[in-house]
C-alpha cells in the first residue's frame, strides 16, 4: 500500500471513529483554511437538538460530523451522513471514500447486521481510496465484529492461506481477536503469532506480542466478577 495514504488497521478498532480515519495523509494540503475551521467546528458539536445544517456541506464537513455523531452515540444520524457520503457525486480529495466505507461496515456488522455490512464491500472500482486491508480479510474483520469469532477465525486463515503471511499481519489479527474479546481464539491466534515470529527471530513484533498478551490478560480480569 502507498506511503501517501494513512495507515487504517489500528483506525477501525475503537468502537467510535478515530482522528485518522477516512482521512488521507495529505488531507490538510488540500484542504483550505476556511473549510478546516468548519471542520473542526462541527468535530467538536457538542450533540444538544437536532444536527446542524447539512445541505451545503463538503464530503469533508460531514465527514466530521458524521465521526462526531458516532462518538456521541447517535448511530443513525452517523449511519445517514455516511451514507450521504459514499453516494454523493463529488469526491473530496481528503477523504478516502473505502476507509469510510469499512467504518460505516463495521458499525453495521456491531449490530448484527452482517449481510449489509458485507455486501458494502462490494464497492465499484472508481470509489477512491486505497483499502487499508484487502477485501478477504475486511469480510473476517466484519465477521469478527459481528460477533462470530469461530467463523471470522475460519476466513482469516482461508485469507492467509491465498496471501503471503507476514509477522505484521499475524499481530494484527490477533489484535482483532484481543480487542473484540475473543478470548479463547485471542489465545489460539497469539501462539500462532508468537510461533511465527520466534521463528522469524521478529523481536520487534515479539515486543508488541507481549502488550497485546498484556492487554488480553487485562481484559480477562475485567471480565471476572469482583472477588468482593
Known amino acids: 500500500m502507498s506511503n501517501d495514504f494513512a495507515p487504517s488497521m ?3 478498532y475503537p468502537e467510535v471513529v478515530d482522528d485518522e480515519a477516512g482521512y488521507l495523509y495529505h488531507a490538510w494540503e488540500v484542504t483550505s483554511t476556511g473549510e478546516a475551521a468548519r471542520h473542526h467546528r462541527l468535530a467538536r458539536w457538542p450533540g444538544q437538538g437536532p444536527l446542524p445544517a447539512s445541505d451545503a456541506l ?30 454523493a457525486p463529488c469526491e473530496h480529495p481528503a477523504l478516502n471514500y473505502i476507509e469510510i ?11 448484527g447486521d452482517l449481510p449489509d455490512a458485507r455486501a458494502m ?6 470509489m477512491p481510496g486505497p483499502w487499508p486491508q484487502p477485501p478477504a480479510r475486511a469480510e473476517a474483520w466484519l465477521t469478527l465484529l459481528a460477533g462470530q469469532p469461530d467463523e ?6 482461508r485469507y ?26 485471542a489465545r489460539n491466534w497469539l501462539t500462532r503469532t508468537r510461533a511465527h515470529l520466534e521463528a522469524h527471530e521478529d523481536r520487534l513484533n515479539l515486543v508488541d506480542l507481549e502488550l497485546l498478551l498484556a492487554e488480553l490478560e ?11
Open 121 to 126: 464491500l462490494q464497492v465499484p472500482e472508481s
Open 152 to 157: 471470522a477465525s475460519l476466513l482469516y486463515e
Open 58 to 87: 463538503s464530503d469533508l464537513e460531514r465527514w466530521a460530523l458524521a465521526r462526531r455523531c458516532l462518538q456521541l452515540g447517535r448511530v443513525e444520524d452517523f449511519r445517514e451522513q455516511t451514507r450521504h457520503i459514499l453516494t
Open 218 to 228: 487485562a481484559r480477562v480480569r475485567a471480565m471476572k466478577p469482583d472477588a468482593h
Open 160 to 185: 492467509l492461506a491465498s496471501a503471503e503471511t507476514t509477522g505484521d499481519e499475524l499481530i494484527e489479527i490477533a489484535e482483532d481477536f484481543v480487542r473484540a474479546d475473543a478470548l479463547t481464539q
Open 101 to 111: 466505507m469499512l467504518q460505516a461496515a463495521a458499525q453495521l456488522a456491531r449490530a
Open 10 to 12: 489500528e483506525d477501525a
